[in-house]
């Protein structure tokens, strides 16, 4: 099982990006579905997290700004995120429950800056 995660990049803030996720392999099912960040110097943190059926939870800097949602016959998970600002600058890991394993893609950093 893989996660590719894309879409990061350089934003000003104020900007949006939109990051996806893709599980592949030998998937029987999939969990909970989420995005956490890393920035130079701190803990990796939690963004967000989807269930199979929606159900949401979302750290409380990116409320309003950010929102997860899925595709379960694509099995991707993707990350809007609006109103961005310097201080969401980071590398952004999805992760999942596969198969009822925990699976992380490689990191796409999302920087943001004028």
């Known amino acids: 099982v893989q996660l590719q995660a894309s879409g990061g990049g350089l934003v000003q803030p104020g900007g949006s990006l939109r990051l996806s996720c893709a599980a592949s392999?030998?998937?029987?099912?999939?969990?909970?579905m989420g995005w956490h960040r890393q920035a130079p110097g701190n803990q990796r943190e939690l963004v967000a997290l989807i269930n199979p059926s929606g159900t949401t939870n979302y750290a409380d800097s990116v409320k309003g700004r950010f929102t997860i949602s899925r595709d379960n016959a694509k099995n991707t998970v993707f990350l809007q995120m609006n109103s961005l600002k310097p201080e969401d600058t980071a590398n952004y890991y999805c992760?999942?429950?596969?198969?009822?394993?925990?699976?992380w893609g490689q990191g796409t950093l999302v920087t943001v800056s004028s």
């Open positions: 992760n999942a429950l596969v198969n009822r394993g925990s699976y």
């Open positions: 392999g030998n998937i029987f099912s999939i969990g909970l």
